[in-house]
């Protein structure tokens, strides 16, 4: 099974602020990554999709890179609303999709 | 515009089976490319895949919990199904159901969920 390790699981920042969480796979998933942003009581957001496109209506705040192994999820110059909670997840395969066990953006 | 909605049981008993529907609007199950998938969270927890059905009548399920798992679709209505048989206190989580559009054409790879429904809480308790 593919493994999805986040850091950090808090994260603490003000707003205007520039964070990056990243995410770490087990093995090697290509580019087969996605970011979600989960705010209490309601579903997940799809974000990104593909390591690094920007899902429609996100703005263009958040961005993703990496590959293989080693993925990151930037928000540059936050916003009140960014304070959430947001997971990474593979998809290398129909047979297994693996979700990271999330970070927590608090307001500092 | 693309809708899915779970329903199903608020409280559980320890060892009954959990029956949940999942109900979509928007796109079509027959249409190639098209899964919907079962993913739940327990209360202050991460979220955990649990089953997938594609298009094609396809379907996966967690390594961990396939034994107690059955995951089935309803296409002329609009609906996938998840069974889950021996429940327990452990299972007590929010249930959602969410749509990947699987990408390709001919031959297709997984996405990511893009539209998630609202989810449904199921307590198993006594």
């Known amino acids: 099974d593919i493994q999805m390790t986040q850091s950090p699981s808090t994260l603490s920042a003000s707003v205007g602020d520039r964070v990056t969480i990243t995410c770490r796979a087990s093995?090697?998933?290509?580019?087969?990554l996605a970011w979600y942003q989960q705010k209490p009581g309601k579903a997940p957001k799809l974000l990104i999709y593909k390591a690094s496109i920007l899902e429609s209506g996100v703005p263009s705040r958040f961005s993703g890179s990496g590959s293989g192994t080693e993925f990151t999820l930037t928000i540059s110059g936050l916003q009140p609303d960014d304070f959430a909670t947001y997971y990474c997840?593979?998809?290398?395969?129909?047979?297994?999709?693996?979700f990271g066990q999330g970070t927590k953006l608090e307001i500092k | 515009q693309v809708t899915l909605r779970e329903s199903g049981p608020a409280l559980v008993k320890p060892t009954e089976t959990l029956t949940l529907t999942c109900t979509f609007s928007?796109?079509?199950?027959?249409?190639?490319?098209?899964?919907v998938s079962w993913i739940r969270q327990p209360p202050g927890k991460a979220l955990e895949w649990l089953a997938l059905?594609?298009?094609?009548?396809?379907?996966y399920y967690s390594t961990s919990l396939k034994t107690r798992l059955t995951i089935s679709k309803d296409t002329s209505r609009n609906r996938v199904f998840l069974t889950m048989t021996n429940m327990e206190p452990l299972d007590t989580a929010t249930y959602f159901c969410?749509?990947?559009?699987?990408?390709?054409?001919?031959?297709?790879?997984?996405?990511?969920?893009?539209?998630w429904g609202q989810g449904t809480m199921v307590t198993v308790s006594a």
């Open positions: 093995h090697s998933i290509r580019y087969w």
């Open positions: 059905i594609d298009w094609d009548d396809d379907k």
């Open positions: 997840q593979q998809y290398n395969s129909y047979y297994e999709q693996t």
């Open positions: 969410a749509r990947m559009a699987s990408s390709g054409s001919g031959s297709y790879y997984p996405n990511a969920f893009d539209i």
């Open positions: 928007g796109f079509s199950l027959i249409t190639s490319g098209m899964c």
